[in-house]
């Protein structure tokens, strides 16, 4: 069976389906565009990454 893909290719090229599947959701949930989530997103985990190499 074929994996869906989202409709956002870009979107696609960085997030994971698994990801943009559960990115959609909380999206829809709060009522705002899945770009807005999505970034907010990679940006705290960008920022998380960067607080445990500066730990490290």
């Known amino acids: 069976m074929a994996r869906p893909t989202p409709k956002n290719k870009l979107l696609a090229l960085v997030v ?3 990801l943009h599947e559960r990115l959609q959701k909380m ?3 709060a009522g705002e565009p ?3 989530v999505a970034e907010r ?3 705290e985990i960008s920022a998380e990454f ?3 190499v500066e730990a490290t």
Do not use: T
Request: charged share 35%.
């Open 41 to 43: 997103f990679l940006r």
């Open 34 to 36: 899945i770009e807005d």
């Open 50 to 52: 960067v607080r445990q």
């Open 27 to 29: 999206a829809a949930a």
């Open 16 to 18: 994971p389906i698994e």
